[in-house]
Structure formats: structure tokens, C-alpha cells
Nanobody
Framework: QVQLVESGGGLMQAGGSLRLSCAASGRTFSNYAMGWFRQAPGKEREFVAAISWSGGSTTYVDSVQGRFTIFRDNAKNTGYLQMNSLNPEDTAVYYC?????????????????WGQGTQVTVSS
């Protein structure tokens, strides 16, 4: 199995940037597609971004397109979410997820492994 641990969350003013990390252990992370989801208080978890196991394909929810970038360093078994131009609507607990599948996956049910989440808070 794969264990995922998110880090890099914190408090940031609107317009600022954060980089989230998702460290994987267990099976080789390079064989897994990876995604990021987020959940704001009182809201359902929503898809944010996904990347294929090769890193060659990515997709984003419209609300973060152009502001967030998902990438990975398979040599380090780590995935990342670079978040720029943050706004208060980005405030949520961010979760990384992985699944041993080809292509990008955008649905929560597509993923088998999940991290514990990291809090991102954006102040106005």
C-alpha cells in the first residue's frame, strides 16, 4: 500500500503563494496517478488538480486554473501543488490522493489512498 503525508499548509494573505507537498511511502509512487482535493468547513470535498503517473498530463478545476500547478518529483516520491494568487475561497483542508491507474483522475472515488490533509487558510 501507499501512505501519503501532506505538508506545507498554513496561513497566507490573499494574493500570496503556498506550495503543498505530498510525500509517499510504500510502493513506488511513480506508478501512481496523483490528485489533490480540498474540503472547506461545512462543504463537500472537491476536486482541485490531478496528474498522471508519468507527469505528462494534468487537469484542474476551473476555479484554480491558471493559479495552481500540480507537479511531481518521482525520484523523491513526492507530489506537489503550487498555489499562487491565493484568495479566501481557497481556504480548506487539502488532501492528496493516489491510485495505481493510467491517466488523470478527477473523482474522489477514483482514488485508493489518501493523506491526512493539511490546512490552508487565506486571509483577506
Amino acid at each position: 500500500q501507499v501512505q501519503l503525508v501532506e505538508s506545507g499548509g498554513g496561513l497566507m494573505q490573499a494574493g500570496g503563494s503556498l506550495r503543498l507537498s505530498c510525500a509517499a511511502s510504500g510502493r513506488t509512487f511513480s506508478n501512481y496517478a496523483m490528485g489533490w482535493f480540498r474540503q472547506a468547513p461545512g462543504k463537500e470535498r472537491e476536486f482541485v488538480a490531478a496528474i498522471s503517473w508519468s507527469g505528462g498530463s494534468t487537469t484542474y478545476v476551473d476555479s484554480v486554473q491558471g493559479r495552481f500547478t500540480i507537479f511531481r518529483d518521482n525520484a523523491k516520491n513526492t507530489g506537489y501543488l503550487q498555489m499562487n494568487s491565493l484568495n479566501p475561497e481557497d481556504t480548506a483542508v487539502y488532501y492528496c490522493a493516489a491510485v495505481r491507474r493510467v491517466g488523470v483522475k478527477t473523482r474522489e472515488e477514483d482514488y485508493d489512498y489518501w493523506g491526512q490533509g493539511t490546512q490552508v487558510t487565506v486571509s483577506s
